[in-house]
Nanobody, 123 residues
């Protein structure tokens, strides 16, 4: 599967953004999907993941209650709704796909990555 992330931008603190990740190629439904982010000078940080059939989701503590991950297998698209954005949410956001069983949040377990979309939160 190939992945293309979009929807990033500049937003004020407290605002909202919705990221999308379009999948193409091999069957999108065959993959568990995740969002990661990378701030300048930092490692990739897990944000959220969703199982193949949307039955289970998992969030980083730092975004729980503010972000919602979802997917449409009909549209081959992954989403991340981000509300009440904070300055510390500023990063490049990446979508990624994995076939690893279990609720892994290790970026090394995600074999396929999109190109990233910049999210900047201003005060």
């Amino acid at each position: 599967v190939q992945l293309q992330a979009s929807g990033g931008g500049l937003v004020q603190a407290g605002g909202s953004l919705r990221l999308s990740c379009a999948g193409s190629g091999r069957s999108f439904i065959g993959y568990h999907m995740g969002w990661f982010r990378q701030a300048p000078g930092k490692e990739h940080e897990f944000v959220a993941r969703i199982s193949r059939n949307s039955a289970s989701t998992l969030y980083a503590e730092s975004v729980k209650g503010r972000f919602t991950i979802s997917r449409s297998n009909m549209k081959n698209t992954l989403y991340l709704q981000m509300n009440n954005l904070k300055l510390e949410d500023t990063a490049i956001y990446y979508c990624a796909a994995t076939t690893v069983v279990g609720q892994t949040t290790n970026p090394h377990d995600f074999a396929t990555w999109g190109q990233g979309t910049q999210v900047t939160v201003s005060s």
